[in-house]
C-alpha cells in the first residue's frame, strides 16, 4: 500500500478541488489535492482536473448578453444587509447584556450610597440591625422600668460604665434587656422598649486604628439594613443606638423630642 494513499476526508475535498492553482487555497485542500496527485489514482484524477479546466475554459468563452453583463457590473450577487441601530438595540443579546450592566451598576450605586455616610462604628451598628431583626422580646430579662434607668444596672451588675441612654429615649418604658458579648461589638447591652417595639442597643466605640483615639458625636447618625434603621450617638466612649422597624423618617421625630 502506497503511503501517499489518500484517506477518506482527503478524498471527499480532492473531489471538489479547485481550478486555480493559487496560494490562498486552503491547506487541507493542497494536501488532498497533493495526495492524490502522488496516490494510485493519479491518473484519473489529472484526467477529471484537465476535464474541468476544458469545462470552465469553454464557459468564459461564452459570450455574454450586454444587458446581462451590465446587471453584473451594477449590482451585488449577495446583496449586503444593512442593520439599523434600531434593530441592532432590540437584539436579545444586547438587551440581556444592558440589563446585566445596569444591574451590576444599581448594586454598586446601592453600595456607594449605603457606605457615603459612614462613620467610625457604622458596621458594627448595622451588625446589631441583624440582631435586633432576629431578637424576641422572650430572649431578654423582663422588666418594667424606665430605660434611663438601666444604666445603673449595667454598672453595678456588668461593670459597663457611660451605658447611659440619652435623655431623647430615657422615659421609655422597657420590657426587658439582656448583656451579651459580640465577636465583633463585645459588651451590648440591649433594650426593649414598649413604643412601636422600639429597641436601643448600647455598646463600645471604634477606636482609631492609629493612636487607639475616640471621638464622640452629640448628633445623630443613621444606618440601615434591609428595612430596619438605627440613630446612634456617640458619648464617653459608648455609642447608643435607637432601632425600629422603619425609615430614617419614622426615627426623627423621636430625636426632635427633647430638642429646646
Not at 117 to 131: I, M, N, S
Not at 220 to 242: H, S
Amino acid at each position: 500500500m502506497s503511503i501517499f494513499q489518500i484517506r477518506p476526508n482527503y478524498s471527499s475535498l480532492a473531489r471538489c478541488a479547485p481550478i486555480t492553482e493559487k496560494p490562498g487555497t486552503d491547506r487541507a485542500m493542497r494536501v488532498a489535492i497533493q495526495r492524490a496527485r502522488r496516490g494510485k489514482k493519479a491518473a484519473p484524477f489529472a484526467q477529471q482536473q484537465a476535464f474541468d479546466a476544458a469545462l470552465a475554459k469553454l464557459v468564459r468563452a461564452i459570450p455574454v448578453d450586454a444587458q446581462v453583463a451590465e446587471w453584473f457590473a451594477n449590482e451585488s450577487l449577495i446583496p449586503l444587509v444593512k442593520h439599523g441601530w434600531k434593530k441592532i438595540l432590540l437584539n436579545p443579546v444586547v438587551v440581556a447584556i444592558a440589563l446585566a450592566i445596569a444591574v451590576i451598576g444599581g448594586v454598586f450605586a446601592y453600595r456607594v450610597h449605603e457606605h457615603l455616610h459612614d462613620f467610625p462604628g457604622a458596621d458594627k451598628a448595622r451588625r446589631l440591625l441583624a440582631v435586633a431583626a432576629s431578637t424576641r422580646s422572650v430572649l431578654l430579662d423582663p422588666l418594667k422600668t424606665d430605660a434611663g434607668a438601666l444604666s445603673d444596672l449595667f454598672f453595678m451588675k456588668y461593670r459597663l460604665e457611660h451605658y447611659d441612654v440619652p435623655p431623647e429615649f430615657a422615659d421609655f418604658k422597657a420590657l426587658g434587656s439582656r448583656v451579651f458579648d459580640d465577636d465583633e461589638v463585645h459588651h451590648v447591652a440591649q433594650i426593649w422598649a414598649v413604643e412601636k417595639r422600639m429597641q436601643f442597643f448600647l455598646f463600645p466605640a471604634e477606636k482609631d486604628p492609629k493612636d487607639g483615639s475616640v471621638t464622640d458625636f452629640s448628633d445623630w447618625r443613621f444606618v440601615e439594613l434591609e428595612g430596619w434603621t438605627g440613630a446612634v450617638q456617640q458619648q464617653n466612649g459608648v455609642c447608643f443606638m435607637a432601632v425600629i422597624r422603619g425609615r430614617e423618617k419614622d426615627l426623627v421625630p423621636y430625636l426632635e423630642k427633647r430638642k429646646p
